[in-house]
């Protein structure tokens, strides 16, 4: 899943029942460290004791190094307690620029999607048409099929 950084209550209530749908269905999720679309799906799989169906990627180091006012760290860390695998710094080591490393974290989890043995889709969340990360993971996921 990826989606807009910041989404209303009504869009994250969506996100909430797309994540219990699937989840319900015993899928697995992928999901980004940010708030917004990212911090609905992990209050959901959480909330819904499927945390451990849920694989998160980030743009910052465990400690909370490189992150920024966008970040879900304590969500990230909720979800991880919860039995979530987190993938640290996905987008790249702290050296990269933040934009970079968040381009490089979306690359990441869009691969990881892509490269399960079973069908898989990235699902994602707009709040506006000018969500350039999650317009360009979604771009990215069609150059995979």
């Not at 009504?10 to 992928?30: D, M, P």
């Not at 743009?59 to 695998?85: H, I, K, P, Q, T």
């Amino acid at each position: 899943m990826v989606g807009s950084r910041e989404l209303d209550g009504k869009h994250q209530a969506l996100v909430g029942q797309v994540v219990e749908a699937f989840t319900g269905r015993g899928w697995n999720l992928a999901v980004g460290c940010a708030t917004g679309a990212d911090a609905a799906a992990l209050q959901a799989v959480v909330a819904g004791g499927a945390a451990a169906r849920c694989t998160i990627f980030t743009a910052f180091a465990a400690g909370g190094s490189g992150s920024c006012r966008y970040s879900n760290l304590s969500g990230v860390r909720m979800a991880a307690e919860a039995g979530s695998m987190v993938h640290w710094l996905a987008g790249g080591g702290l050296a990269a620029p933040l934009a970079e490393r968040l381009r490089q974290r979306a690359t990441a989890l869009v691969r990881f999607v892509g490269s399960g043995e079973q069908r898989s889709g990235l699902v994602a969340f707009l709040s506006r048409p000018n969500s350039y990360g999650s317009l360009a993971a979604m771009r990215q996921a069609v150059g995979l099929v």
